[in-house]
Structure formats: structure tokens, C-alpha cells
């Protein structure tokens, strides 16, 4: 399989002629880098990015529904631990500051 931009979505389709039969008595599909589960995205139903992750304004954490914020894989995509925590601290003092109309974190 290969990304590829369809309809400005990145999706990941197939290599025509790649195809094989591998004989398996068990597969577990483990494909990173797809994006979130749309199931929490669309309870929320916060918009997502041609990624396929909650869209935010770049820096920001609010989402295109008041009140809602996300941070870490679901917004950012697969990426790194370290990440997944300034996020969450950046993501925690913009609620703050949501809540409060300032900030102290
Ligand atoms: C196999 C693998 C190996 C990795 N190796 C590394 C590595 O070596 N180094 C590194 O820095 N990063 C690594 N990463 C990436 C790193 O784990 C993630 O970037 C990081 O965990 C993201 O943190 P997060 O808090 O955004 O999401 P997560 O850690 O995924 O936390 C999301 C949480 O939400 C919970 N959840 C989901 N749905 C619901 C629901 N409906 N209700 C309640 N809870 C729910 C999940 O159970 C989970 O606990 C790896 C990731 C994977 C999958």
C-alpha cells in the first residue's frame, strides 16, 4: 500500500498488481501512521484534517466545537512520547486559560 491524496484526504490505497496469497492461520493488522479511530472524532463531531486527525489551528488545541480540545496522537497523528506530553501540558494550559480568561501554567 502507498499514500496517496484522494479528495484531499492522505489515504492509503492499494498498489495495483502487488497483490499475493500468503497461507496464515492468524493476521493482526497493526497499520500505523492511518490516523486516529474516527469513532471519538465523530462522538465529539470535531472535524478532522486531511491527515485523519482532529483538526486544530496550527499551535492550538480548541477544535472546531466549542469546549472540546485535543491533544497528543489523536491531534498530532503517530508520533513520539515527548510529544504526546508538552501537548498534553500545552493543551491543559489553553483549557486553563479557556476557563479562567488567564493563565498561570
Ligand atoms: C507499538 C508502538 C510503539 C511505540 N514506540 C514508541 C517509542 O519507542 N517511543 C516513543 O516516544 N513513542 C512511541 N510510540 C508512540 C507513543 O506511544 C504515542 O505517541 C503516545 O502514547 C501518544 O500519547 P497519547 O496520550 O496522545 O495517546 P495514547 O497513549 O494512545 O492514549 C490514549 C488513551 O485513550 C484511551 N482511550 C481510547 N479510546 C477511549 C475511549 N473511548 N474511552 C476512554 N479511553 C479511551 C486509550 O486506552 C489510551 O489509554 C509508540 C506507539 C506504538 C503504537
Avoid at 502507498?2 to 496464515?24: H, M, S
Avoid at 479511530?37 to 491527515?51: C, D, I, Q, T
Avoid at 472540546?68 to 501537548?87: H, T
Wanted: hydrophobic share 35%.
Amino acid at each position: 500500500v502507498e499514500f496517496k491524496n484522494v479528495d484531499g484526504q492522505r489515504k492509503l490505497c492499494e498498489i495495483e498488481g502487488t497483490e499475493k496469497n500468503l497461507p496464515a492461520d492468524l493476521i493482526l493488522v497493526a497499520a500505523g501512521f492511518t490516523g486516529c479511530e474516527n469513532y471519538g472524532a465523530k462522538a465529539f463531531g470535531v472535524n478532522l484534517s486531511a491527515r485523519n486527525v482532529v483538526a486544530t489551528a496550527e499551535g492550538k488545541y480548541d477544535t472546531s466545537r466549542e469546549k472540546i480540545f485535543s491533544a497528543g496522537d489523536m491531534r498530532r497523528g503517530q508520533s513520539l512520547v515527548v510529544w504526546a506530553i508538552s501537548e498534553g501540558r500545552e493543551c491543559a494550559r489553553q483549557i486553563d486559560e479557556y476557563l479562567m480568561g488567564y493563565t498561570n501554567l
